[in-house]
């Protein structure tokens, strides 16, 4: 498997902690998307990729984008260990926690918005996580064991830690949301997200 990636991509980390979890090796080829206008407009990537988005992944003769369609795709045809809990109502509750992050949090503070906002992006992205956080602490605390859903590593496990990272790097309070910070916790002391974390990567510039 050849993964697309950039290092600080939340959406790439995603799909770096299911590989590290599933054990999937795998050669990483980093798309910069500040460097050089964002190489993610190549047309060499654009053909990759018509979205114009990391990450990707080249498995199995297929090209995959879309982090959650590539999770769900190593689920499917390499289930251990899974992300995805055996008991319905369990699956639905990680699947609303991830789509929760990753259509109602994440892509308002993207790159590609905060670009669009100027001079007050770090204001809006600490909006967007704030008003997705306050929701999410809420619904956590009826789901969560050890992690998001019950005592099992599941998907949503693998967006809630990427959006932890971003709240951070936007300076967002975390104090109010006591759950989320205790998961996420739990979560970096594991090895799949330590080797998948930005901080760790190829691409990772020195000073970071």
Not at 113 to 142: D, P, R, Y
Not at 186 to 198: C, D, N
Request: with cysteine; net charge neutral; glycine share 4%.
């Amino acid at each position: 498997p050849i993964l697309y990636s950039y290092f600080r991509s939340s959406c790439s980390w995603r799909v770096r902690i299911a590989l590290a979890l599933k054990g999937i090796s795998y050669d990483l080829v980093p798309v910069n998307l500040i460097k050089d206008g964002g190489q993610q407009f190549s047309a060499e990537f654009k053909a990759l990729n018509p979205m114009q988005q990391v990450p990707a992944l080249k498995i199995d003769g297929i090209t995959l984008s879309q982090s959650l369609a590539i999770i769900n795709y190593l689920e499917e045809t390499r289930p251990n260990p899974r992300l995805l809990p055996q008991d319905p109502k369990k699956r639905a509750q990680v699947r609303m926690i991830a789509d929760h992050i990753v259509s109602g949090i994440q892509p308002l503070q993207n790159l590609s918005v905060l670009n669009q906002i100027g001079e007050k992006k770090m204001e809006w992205a600490q909006n967007c996580i704030t008003s997705g956080f306050q929701a999410l602490e809420q619904i956590l605390q009826h789901t969560a064991g050890r992690y998001s859903v019950g005592d099992e590593v599941s998907m949503a496990d693998l967006c809630l830690v990427p959006q932890v990272a971003n709240a951070e790097r936007f300076k967002v309070d975390m104090s109010p949301y006591p759950t989320i910070s205790r998961i996420n916790k739990a979560l970096l002391e594991l090895e799949a997200f330590k080797v998948s974390h930005p901080s760790r990567q190829p691409d990772t510039p020195a000073e970071l």
